[in-house]
Nanobody, 124 residues
């Protein structure tokens, strides 16, 4: 099982980035999948998760309308499109999958496999 993120970088406020997460060793069907971020000194938080039971996508208010979670099952790849980025979005971003929980709460404890993370820095 391996998850590899890419696409992070430095962008000015108002700009966009698209993160990718290539998955290998398992199928992305019928499991919880999500994107998380962790800023220095802060806890890891969910920014978008797909519930494995009903397929619904969750976004917290902080990113709703700006971030879009998508997937390409043929390529076994996840994407996070981030638009209108703000300095507060600066963090290390991780993709994750969960095999034990549905991911209903978009909380880190529901996920048991993680990528190595990719840095996103938004300058003001």
């Amino acid at each position: 099982v391996q998850l590899v993120e890419s696409g992070g970088g430095l962008v000015q406020a108002g700009g966009s980035l698209r993160l990718s997460c290539a998955a290998s060793g398992f199928s992305l069907d019928y499991i919880a999948i999500g994107w998380f971020r962790q800023a220095p000194g802060k806890e890891r938080e969910g920014v978008s998760c797909i519930n494995s039971l009903n397929g619904r996508t969750y976004y917290p208010d902080s990113v709703k309308g700006r971030f879009t979670f998508s997937r390409d099952n043929a390529k076994n790849t996840l994407y996070l499109q981030m638009n209108n980025l703000e300095p507060e979005d600066t963090a290390v971003y991780y993709c994750a999958i969960g095999t034990l929980y549905s991911g209903s709460y978009c909380e880190p404890y529901e996920y048991d496999h993680w990528g190595q993370g990719t840095q996103v820095t938004v300058s003001s």
